[in-house]
């Protein structure tokens, strides 16, 4: 089995924030972050209003863990562009530097392109990240419960609703579903890819969101490569998806979307 990839992208973070407070304390961060006014809605772009509709978050990222190096000389605002054209209802992206080469200059060339809300896409699990997504010009937060306790978990999605922030809530387990379904989250990431070993599973999501009770909306994520994948999870009652590499390195990334919004 592979090391632990959760374990060691904690580990790094924490290095990571530790010198972001050097530079800039917590207290300026939540001042700037609570007089921030040009929030754009992301939940209320995927809730699903109309089942005959497949809302997709499409994904900027430059690399992977598993995969290496995707696109490295992307551009984020191009990319982003294209997406919104294609028919995106959302854009995520990654912003973790060290194994998926993104970064903050990537959300904000991306949201300045478009006028979709952007999901900030990293591995947060301090308020202080929650902060700075806001001060970065995020839209919302991806917060995964394997990082967090339940108690965080509560924490986080009340400082997000603060100051504005939607959240994407992600899971990956059945003790994962068991702590979300206690809490606020409304939109629930079910990642087919487990964090700790990269293996992905596409029957995960359909299995899993079975469990989720009324008022909280099922995001199916990696794995999705098709309009036949996407049938499927549709078949089950998901119908918002997080899609990032096979958009990434589509020769057409707008006309690629289309084909699986279609």
Same mark, same amino acid.
Not at 66 to 81: F, V
Not at 131 to 142: C, G, H, N, T
Not at 173 to 179: I, V
């Given at each position: 089995?592979?090391?632990?990839?959760?374990?060691?992208?904690?580990?790094?973070?924490? *290095?990571?924030?530790?010198?972001?407070?050097?530079?800039?304390?917590?207290? &300026?961060?939540?001042?700037?972050?609570? +007089?921030?006014?040009?929030?754009?809605?992301? @939940?209320?772009? #995927?809730?699903?209003?109309?089942?005959?509709? $497949?809302?997709?978050?499409?994904?900027?990222?430059?690399?992977?863990?598993?995969?290496?190096?995707?696109?490295?000389? #992307? =551009?984020?605002?191009? %990319?982003?562009?294209? /997406?919104?054209?294609?028919?995106?209802?959302?854009?995520?992206?990654?912003?973790?530097?060290?194994?998926?080469?993104?970064?903050?200059?990537?959300?904000?060339?991306?949201?300045?392109?478009?006028?979709?809300?952007?999901?900030?896409?990293?591995?947060?699990?301090? !308020? +202080?990240?929650? /902060?700075? &997504?806001?001060?970065? *010009?995020?839209? !919302?937060?991806? #917060?995964?419960?394997?990082?967090?306790?339940?108690?965080?978990?509560?924490? /986080?999605?009340?400082?997000?609703? &603060?100051?504005? #922030?939607?959240? %994407?809530?992600?899971?990956?387990?059945?003790? =994962?579903?068991?702590?979300?379904?206690? *809490?606020?989250?409304? %939109?629930?990431?079910?990642?087919?890819?487990?964090?700790? $070993?990269?293996? $992905? =599973? @596409?029957?995960?999501?359909?299995?899993?969101?079975?469990?989720?009770?009324?008022?909280?909306?099922?995001?199916?994520? *990696?794995?999705?490569?098709?309009?036949?994948? @996407?049938?499927?999870?549709?078949? &089950?009652? @998901? +119908?918002?998806?997080?899609?990032?590499?096979?958009?990434?390195?589509?020769?057409?990334?707008?006309?690629?979307?289309?084909?699986?919004?279609?």
């Amino acid at each position: 089995m592979r090391e632990d990839f959760l374990k060691k992208v904690t580990e790094q973070k924490k *290095s990571d924030i530790r010198l972001a407070r050097r530079r800039r304390s917590e207290q &300026s961060l939540r001042r700037d972050a609570e +007089y921030r006014r040009d929030r754009r809605p992301f @939940i209320d772009r #995927l809730t699903p209003g109309d089942t005959r509709d $497949t809302h997709i978050i499409a994904e900027i990222k430059r690399a992977s863990p598993s995969k290496g190096n995707i696109r490295r000389h #992307l =551009d984020p605002a191009e %990319l982003a562009a294209a /997406y919104e054209r294609g028919g995106a209802s959302a854009v995520s992206v990654l912003t973790e530097t060290h194994w998926f080469n993104g970064g903050v200059g990537d959300l904000q060339a991306a949201r300045s392109a478009i006028g979709l809300p952007v999901l900030r896409k990293d591995f947060i699990f301090d !308020a +202080y990240q929650i /902060y700075e &997504s806001a001060v970065i *010009s995020a839209d !919302a937060v991806l #917060l995964i419960v394997a990082l967090l306790s339940p108690k965080q978990l509560e924490e /986080y999605l009340a400082i997000c609703e &603060s100051i504005g #922030l939607d959240a %994407l809530v992600e899971v990956h387990s059945p003790a =994962d579903m068991e702590t979300v379904k206690k *809490s606020r989250a409304r %939109l629930i990431g079910i990642n087919n890819r487990n964090l700790r $070993t990269l293996e $992905t =599973d @596409i029957r995960i999501a359909i299995d899993m969101a079975k469990d989720l009770p009324p008022g909280q909306t099922p995001v199916a994520a *990696s794995g999705i490569r098709t309009r036949s994948d @996407i049938e499927k999870n549709r078949n &089950s009652g @998901i +119908y918002d998806f997080l899609i990032g590499e096979h958009l990434v390195l589509a020769n057409d990334p707008e006309e690629f979307l289309r084909t699986l919004i279609k």
